[in-house]
Every structure is written in C-alpha cells, then in structure tokens.
C-alpha cells in the first residue's frame, strides 16, 4: 500500500489561487493512477481530478479550465493548481491512488489509498 500525505491548504479570497500537494511512499509510484477528490460539509466526497499513468487527464466540469493536475514521478508527488477559486471550492481535499485504468476513475471505490485531506477554504 502506499501513504499519502497532502499539503498546501489554506483560505483564500474568491478568485485566487492555491497549490495542492501530495506525497507518495513506495517505489511503484509511477504505476499508480492519482486521483483528488473533495469533500464539503454534508455533502458526498466528489471526483476533482485525476492523473493516469500515462499522464492523460480529466476534470470534473466544476472545475475544468481553472484547475490542473500533474505529476512528478522522480518526486513521488501529485499537484492540483487551483485558480479562480470560487465560494463553492471549499471542501476537504483528498489526494488518492488507485491501480484502475478504465473509464470510472471519477467513482471513489477505484482509489485504495486515501490521504488525511487538506482544507481549503475560499472567502466571498
């Protein structure tokens, strides 16, 4: 199994931006898919992103054109750029691994490793 760590939380204004950051253990991190997910006060956890092995990304529309995610496998270490944040962004973060290549990377029971979460909050 492999343990993830996210950082770079924080509160920030509508508008602004943020880095997420999540380390990996293990030497196998390039074979992993990454996911980030969130989760906001009584809602479901929610797909945000995803990173395959192969670098190919999706977006949940949410967020698609103001967020990104990338990889440095040298660094065992998944990103999430967050731009133009919006009010409705604030949510626990989740960075995930899974070993699943088909096409419901969005659904949650894909990933097997969970990090602790990250909170970000966005002020109006």
């Known amino acids: 199994q492999v343990q993830l760590v996210e950082s770079g939380g924080g509160l920030v204004q509508t508008g602004g931006s943020l880095r997420l950051s999540c380390a990996a253990s293990?030497?196998?991190?390039?074979?992993?898919?990454m996911g980030w997910f969130r989760q906001a006060p009584g809602k479901e956890r929610e797909f945000v992103a995803v990173?395959?092995?192969?670098?190919?990304?999706f977006y949940a529309d949410s967020v698609k054109g103001r967020f990104t995610i990338s990889r440095d496998n040298a660094k065992n270490t998944v990103a999430l750029q967050m731009n133009s944040l919006k009010p409705e962004d604030t949510a626990v973060y989740y960075c995930?691994?899974?070993?699943?290549?088909?096409?419901?990377?969005?659904?949650?029971?894909?990933?097997?490793?969970w990090g602790q979460g990250t909170q970000v909050t966005v002020s109006s």
């Open positions: 995930a691994a899974g070993d699943y290549g088909g096409q419901y990377y969005y659904r949650a029971d894909k990933y097997f490793s």
């Open positions: 293990g030497r196998t991190f390039s074979s992993y898919t």
């Open positions: 990173i395959r092995t192969g670098r190919s990304t």
